[in-house]
Nanobody
Framework: QLVESGGGLVQPGGSLRLSCAASGFTLDYFAMGWFRQAPGKERESVAGISWNGGNTWLADSVKGRFTISRDNAKNTLYLQMNSLKPEDTAVYYC??????????????WGQGTQVTVSS
């Protein structure tokens, strides 16, 4: 099970840190990622990270503002989001065991956490 936390309402320019904690299985050997889905839009990939954190990928829309990281000892994935914009508003989903090169073939999903960027 993957459980996201850290979402909420933030003003434009603000920051949030999302966390994704795994229970029932270890994340050590899995590539992981974050996806988001805004109302009326398809789910899109935001960031991905290899099993050991050595490789990361960020969508062009979030480069320079978001950082993905993981702590395998804590079995947790993170997404640091800075300089948030209204267009970042979406439900953010944690994903485990995916193909990092394509950000597809996700085997496990979290339930999602709402991020709203508004003044």
């Amino acid at each position: 099970q993957l459980v996201e936390s850290g979402g909420g309402l933030v003003q434009p320019g603000g920051s949030l840190r999302l966390s994704c904690a795994a229970s029932g299985f270890t994340l050590d050997y899995f590539a992981m990622g974050w996806f988001r889905q805004a109302p009326g839009k398809e789910r899109e990939s935001v960031a991905g990270i290899s099993w050991n954190g050595g490789n990361t990928w960020l969508a062009d829309s979030v480069k320079g503002r978001f950082t993905i990281s993981r702590d395998n000892a804590k079995n947790t994935l993170y997404l640091q989001m800075n300089s948030l914009k209204p267009e970042d508003t979406a439900v953010y989903y944690c994903a485990a065991n995916l193909d990092l090169s394509t950000m597809r073939n996700v085997r496990s999903w979290g339930q999602g956490t709402q991020v709203t960027v508004s003044s």
